[in-house]
């Protein structure tokens, strides 16, 4: 059970990862956004190579790509494999301030939403019909898509590479030194400035997460929204003693 639970956490860590780079930088001005597709018309997927883009080659370059994806609203799949072998799938919903992200691992679903502009995250598992409720401000500012967290980690330019038709540049920083080091390695397409995978290496090995079928079309509010009747708890509630049975 400890070692399930252990996976689901890098799993989701490595996807929040890549999420988090979608989300852009909050606070710098208007970067240019992807369209999006009027209601009722048929949505495309991510066009091919744009080879008159510039690779960044500066840490002001790369934040200036990476605030592309600012405001953004993009649906897109995800893949995990870690040592050759599929860990997990899922989808996940950008818009504004929002985001959402179906992971199944194991058998096991889970839904993440984050809600920017009510600034508050749910952690809902469908089987069991609960989510877990956090406000964001008790959180890292990363959780909500802060760029500038990104390059306190001093992430270093190493080139590019096409990945499934899209130019990216690639990047490297450190994220966890002691008490084992762990890397990250992150393809960045140069046209949205959105996250095409994202590796993590460690002690333990390697572990991929591929995105997939950009889709730039309309999404709904109704995303970001619980289904009606689940049950909402919070951390308090969770460790509330009270609630533990009396020793016989």
Request: charged share 25%; hydrophobic share 40%; net charge negative.
């Amino acid at each position: 059970m400890v070692e399930k639970t252990k996976k689901w956490a890098i799993v989701i860590g490595l996807i929040l990862i890549g999420v988090v780079v979608s989300a852009g930088c909050a606070d710098k001005a208007e970067q240019e956004q992807a369209p999006s597709a009027p209601a009722g018309e048929v949505t495309t997927t991510q066009p091919s190579t744009d080879e008159t883009l510039t690779a960044p080659t500066s840490s002001e370059s790369l934040i200036d790509l990476l605030g592309k994806a600012k405001g953004i609203s993009v649906k897109y799949d995800m893949v995990t494999i870690e040592n050759g072998e599929v860990v997990s799938t899922g989808t996940a919903w950008l818009k504004g301030n929002n985001m959402r992200i179906d992971t199944t691992a194991e058998g096991q679903a889970m839904v993440m939403i984050v809600n920017g502009d009510d600034r508050v995250s749910y952690m809902y598992q469908p089987d069991e019909n609960m989510a877990l409720k956090t406000v964001l401000d008790e959180v890292p500012e990363s959780v909500t898509g802060n760029v500038e967290a990104l390059m306190d980690l001093n992430p270093t330019i190493i080139g590019t590479e096409t990945i499934d038709g899209m130019r990216c540049t690639v990047i490297e920083y450190v994220v966890m030194e002691k008490p084992e080091e762990v890397k990250i390695k992150q393809c960045i397409g140069l046209k949205y400035g959105l996250p095409v995978q994202t590796e993590m290496t460690s002690p333990a090995g390697t572990m991929r997460t591929e995105m997939k079928n950009f889709d730039f079309g309309r999404i709904s509010d109704t995303t970001f929204e619980l289904p009606a009747g689940v049950e909402i708890k919070t951390l308090s509630d969770m460790f509330d003693m009270s609630t533990l049975p009396d020793e016989a």
